[in-house]
């Protein structure tokens, strides 16, 4: 279990090039969501105190919940080594990989909840409660609620493109030997 494993050449390519390339990606998705989540609460209308802060906590959760998961896969492209004979994979680090793609969607889908929970709690939308200021989803708010469903997605897709390479199966090297 321990020792590594020879995998296809194709199986490699695809280590060093979508691997590297969502990786980078969601790095970068991390950085600009964390801080745009946090700063776009803090910015847009509604009720100061406990709520603002909970949503700019919950931004800045999701922005290291992606970094997590595009670390991991940026680094996928070290567990290959190329020999002469064909492709190696480092199968211990390959498997304990899936932990830092699987939680950060898990703990992503959580931290959303309680994002759009805390959203709409700064809002009124009933017409009874005249103490509080309505105030209407713009573009821009709705644009901003369709952020944590993004950093969802892409640590989605990172544990969906990681998950097959990282523990391959039988099934999964024939589809890479042909």
């Given at each position: 279990m321990n020792e590594p494993i020879w995998i296809p050449p194709r199986m490699a390519a695809r280590f060093r090039g979508p691997c590297l390339a969502l990786g980078v990606l969601t790095v970068s998705g991390g950085v600009l969501l964390g801080f745009g989540i946090a700063i776009g609460g803090v910015l847009?209308?509604?009720?100061?105190?406990?709520?603002l802060l909970s949503t700019v906590i919950t931004g800045l959760f999701l922005g290291l919940y992606m970094l997590v998961s595009g670390v991991t896969m940026t680094l996928a492209r070290g567990w290959v080594t190329t020999l002469p004979q064909g492709c190696l994979?480092?199968?211990?680090?390959?498997?304990?990989?899936?932990?830092?793609l699987a939680v950060p969607v898990g703990a992503g889908l959580f931290?959303?909840?309680?994002?759009?929970?805390?959203?709409?709690?700064?809002?009124?939308?009933?017409?009874?409660?005249?103490t509080?200021?309505?105030?209407?989803?713009?573009?821009g708010i709705a644009a901003y609620l369709?952020?944590?469903?993004?950093?969802?997605g892409l640590c989605a897709v990172n544990l969906l493109v990681?998950?097959?390479?990282?523990?391959?199966?039988?099934?999964?090297?024939?589809?890479?030997?042909?």
């Open positions: 847009l209308p509604g009720k100061p105190g406990p709520m994979l480092d199968r211990r680090k390959s498997a304990t990989a899936l932990y830092p931290t959303s909840l309680f994002f759009y929970v805390t959203f709409m709690g700064r809002f009124t939308w009933s017409a009874e409660d005249t509080s200021i309505v105030h209407l989803v713009t573009p369709c952020l944590p469903a993004v950093a969802v990681g998950w097959p390479l990282f523990r391959p199966s039988p099934r999964t090297f024939q589809r890479y030997a042909r």
